[in-house]
Nanobody, 127 residues
């Protein structure tokens, strides 16, 4: 059974930091692209950061320079370090994974192409 278990969300003041983690099981993690998406109320799900199986990374312009994605293939874990948070970062955050030859940048803009999803964790940034 495929599982992605996200954790680490919470309430933080603007300018603060949070670290999201996601534990994976049930599929070949090292061969997968992994990504973090977020969805704010009334908005579409947005791909914000990802790492391909070859280590290539992607960051949306909205988080570039503030968020850092990482993966540990041995532990089947993925993380998202979020620094200098602002109120526009408030959303439910999802981890995702998929296996296939599609390029990461293409995948990050198309949530419907991702095969595996975590349950979502709420991040709220107060002003």
């Amino acid at each position: 059974e495929v599982q992605l278990q996200a954790s680490g969300g919470g309430l933080v003041q603007a300018g603060g930091s949070l670290r999201l983690s996601c534990a994976a099981s049930g599929f070949t993690f090292r061969d997968s692209a992994i990504g973090w998406f977020r969805q704010a109320p009334g908005k579409e799900r947005e791909g914000i950061s990802g790492i391909a199986s070859d280590g290539a990374t992607y960051y949306a312009d909205s988080v570039k320079g503030r968020f850092t994605i990482s993966r540990d293939n041995a532990k089947k874990m993925m993380s998202l370090q979020m620094d200098n948070l602002n109120t526009e970062d408030t959303a439910v955050y999802f981890c995702a994974a998929t296996i296939g030859p599609t390029t990461l940048q293409y995948l990050m803009k198309r949530p419907q192409l991702w095969g595996y999803w975590g349950q979502g964790t709420q991040v709220t940034v107060s002003s």
